[in-house]
């Protein structure tokens, strides 16, 4: 929705907030551009306008970047894009340290960390925003979870990952498994929190099931931008019938 748009219906925009989704061509292989989508109307919602925007190797790196979100791939796509990400990573690691919220799942996830060794030895780099190194394995970590966080409440999704990441000092999980694996087969956590970064191992999209994580990251990219955030009324409806769904749902 534009400035004009929402004047037309009546509606004062507070502001516009835009969002950048990075290399959707090549990490997007479990639909993670939902992710996007669901900021995209929860800011409508929220009262603000927002701006999405697309972000693929070799395109110029957009201006006044409010909120960044990444998606998974498989691991012929982070080498597609490992060049390009290592030519970001001054601008990602500033945004990340000057309060930037950002969503990276999986495959980002990874990068976003010092390293990802796959299962042949093959070193990935990652660009070291996030403080997690990832091992590649021959264990596939699949199927639905639930995660019990103290900033979200239960966090529920679907991982499929063959990479098992661990946690270092500079970063805390996102929360711990009450279903499922997370991000690795053997400490119970899964994800990973570091200032207003929420990094996670799970699909689904993840913030249709999860608005409570899609709110965070709109109210501190407002905060960050305007210096408040003016909560509006989302629509949880098909939130919660989805939550209710996945919750029913077997390992």
């Not at 995209?40 to 395109?59: A, F, K, M, S």
């Not at 060049?83 to 969503?103: I, S, Y």
């Not at 996830?109 to 403080?131: E, H, M, N, S």
């Not at 970590?141 to 499929?160: A, C, M, P």
């Amino acid at each position: 929705m534009s400035p004009a748009e929402a004047a037309e219906a009546g509606h004062q925009s507070k502001g516009t907030l835009r969002v950048v989704q990075l290399y959707p061509r090549d990490m997007n292989i479990y639909g993670d551009w939902g992710n996007a989508l669901v900021l995209q109307r929860r800011i409508q919602w929220h009262g603000y306008t927002p701006e999405l925007l697309e972000y693929n190797v070799g395109d110029p790196f957009p201006d006044g970047v409010d909120i960044i979100v990444g998606g998974g791939g498989q691991d012929s796509g982070q080498l597609v894009i490992q060049d390009d990400l290592q030519a970001r990573a001054g601008q990602l690691k500033e945004l990340a340290e000057d309060g930037a919220p950002m969503l990276v799942i999986c495959g980002l996830y990874q990068l976003f960390g010092r390293f990802f060794k796959t299962r042949t030895g093959a070193v990935i780099p990652g660009i070291g925003v996030l403080d997690v190194e990832t091992h590649g394995t021959d264990e596939r970590l699949i199927g639905n979870v639930k995660v019990s966080t103290t900033e979200f409440g239960d966090v529920l999704g679907y991982e499929n990952h063959s990479g098992q990441t661990t946690l270092g000092s500079g970063v805390r999980p996102l929360g711990a498994v009450a279903k499922g694996t997370g991000n690795n087969s053997n400490d119970g956590h899964e994800g990973a929190r570091y200032r207003n970064i929420v990094a996670s191992y799970l699909h689904g999209s993840l913030l249709p099931k999860n608005p409570a994580i899609a709110d965070f990251l709109i109210r501190t990219a407002a905060e960050r931008k305007f210096g408040s955030f003016s909560p509006g009324t989302p629509d949880d409806t098909y939130a919660v019938l989805a939550r209710e769904h996945a919750a029913r749902r077997p390992r």
